[in-house]
């Protein structure tokens, strides 16, 4: 049912992009996939991909901070594909910020990766979108409605793309459904964590163990060919973590 079918995925080379590319690759789309740094992560993927199913997917090198390459992206993929019609804004940066210390760069970081680039790249993917009744998927976090503590421009950047999913819903009905996936304890962060902190952090969730990228990636296969009637939610997939106090 998707086969020739396109989406983009930003931040794609690694952990839960890795795992939306596989599931969407495998269901029969055609892919673009973003990559900044993790060059070696990006090209081994694609290699996997298109060995699977030949020039099935293509690469898109840049900064999505770089917001004048972003309308470029998009036309790379027109170009390649003639068509879009799916956008998972997934790229993101994370990482704490003390009161008091906050680098104005670090603010211009965290809401521009997490909120500034989702809507300049879903702006530039509308007019595609529209044209074949696409979608956009947005990854939230379950902290953009809680916050986490250390971590106040992350969080304030993560519920302001829980808006712009909902305003963007709004705007681009009835012909983009626009929906957000707000992922919990799915992957450790890239910086180590001790055992007693893991703990901690699944302590907190009402099915006491962490989840997997192939559970976020089932769920945006779900919005994606499964969801045509809905658009504007934000679809939790924490374990239960969003129960805690």
């Avoid at 530039?124 to 947005?138: E, R, S």
């Avoid at 934000?234 to 239960?240: A, R, S």
Wanted: hydrophobic share 40%; proline share 5%.
């Amino acid at each position: 049912m998707l086969e020739t079918k396109v989406a983009f995925i930003t931040g794609g080379a690694k952990r839960i992009g890795a795992a939306l590319a596989h599931k969407l690759h495998a269901a029969g789309m055609n892919l673009a996939i973003n990559y900044n740094k993790s060059e070696t992560a990006a090209r081994a993927l694609q290699t996997e991909l298109n060995n699977k199913r030949p020039n099935s997917v293509i690469l898109l090198q840049g900064s999505v901070l770089d917001t004048a390459k972003l309308s470029d992206m998009i036309q790379q993929i027109i170009d390649t594909y003639e068509r879009l019609d799916v956008l998972i804004n997934n790229a993101s940066t994370f990482y704490p910020t003390s009161m008091g210390k906050v680098e104005e760069s670090e603010w211009e970081d965290l809401f521009g990766t997490n909120l500034k680039a989702p809507f300049f790249l879903s702006q530039a993917a509308a007019p595609h979108l529209k044209n074949t009744q696409g979608c956009i998927i947005n990854l939230v976090d379950i902290h953009g409605k809680r916050p986490k503590p250390s971590y106040p421009v992350y969080s304030s950047a993560k519920a302001g793309l829980i808006m712009l999913t909902k305003a963007l819903a709004l705007e681009l009905a009835p012909n983009v459904r626009v929906n957000g996936i707000a992922p919990g304890t799915i992957l450790w962060p890239d910086e180590q964590l001790d055992e007693t902190s893991k703990q901690e952090m699944i302590a907190k969730v009402a099915l006491k163990r962490h989840g997997s990228p192939e559970d976020i990636a089932k769920i945006a296969l779900f919005l994606i060919s499964d969801a045509p009637y809905i658009t504007g939610q934000i679809i939790p997939v924490d374990g239960g973590r969003s129960l805690h106090q």
